[in-house]
C-alpha cells in the first residue's frame, strides 16, 4: 500500500515561488521502482500533468511550467518535491502528487495511468 500526503500549498503573488513536498508513506522503497509526478487541476478544467519523474531520474515538464518547475525527490526522507518559481495566476489549481509503477524508461512516465494519489494541496496566485 502505498499513501502520499501532499503540502506547501497556499497562496502567492504572481513572479514568487512555492515548494511543494510529498511524503510518501510505504513499507518498501518504490523510488527504485515507480513512477512519481505531480499533476494539478484547475476550476473548471481537466486534471493535468505538471511533472514526472522516473526512477533513472529522466524528467519531463508539461510545456506550461517548462523552466519554471523543477521535480525532484529525497529518497532518504521519503519525499517528493515540487519547486515552482515565477508563479503566474494561470498556475492556481489544487495539485496532487501521484505514483505508478514505471515500465520501460523514465520517458515513458508521461503515458503511464498512475494508481496512487495524495488528496491535494491548494495553490493560488494572485495578479
Known amino acids: 500500500q502505498v499513501q502520499l500526503e501532499e503540502s506547501g500549498g497556499g497562496s502567492e503573488q504572481a513572479g514568487g515561488s512555492l515548494r511543494l513536498s510529498c511524503a510518501v508513506s510505504?513499507?518498501?522503497?518504490?523510488?527504485?521502482?515507480?513512477?512519481m509526478a505531480w499533476f494539478r487541476q484547475a476550476p473548471g478544467k481537466e486534471r493535468e500533468g505538471v511533472a514526472h519523474?522516473?526512477?533513472?531520474?529522466?524528467?519531463t515538464y508539461a510545456d506550461a511550467v517548462k523552466g519554471r518547475f523543477t521535480i525532484s525527490k529525497d529518497t532518504a526522507k521519503n519525499t517528493l518535491y515540487l519547486q515552482m518559481n515565477s508563479l503566474q495566476p494561470e498556475d492556481t489549481a489544487i495539485y496532487y502528487c501521484?505514483?505508478?509503477?514505471?515500465?520501460?524508461?523514465?520517458?515513458?512516465?508521461?503515458?503511464?495511468?498512475?494508481?496512487?494519489w495524495g488528496p491535494g494541496t491548494q495553490v493560488t496566485v494572485s495578479s
Open positions: 501521484a505514483a505508478t509503477p514505471m515500465v520501460g524508461g523514465g520517458q515513458y512516465c508521461y503515458f503511464h495511468t498512475y494508481m496512487y
Open positions: 510505504t513499507s518498501r522503497n518504490i523510488y527504485s521502482t515507480h513512477c
Open positions: 519523474i522516473g526512477t533513472d531520474e529522466y524528467t
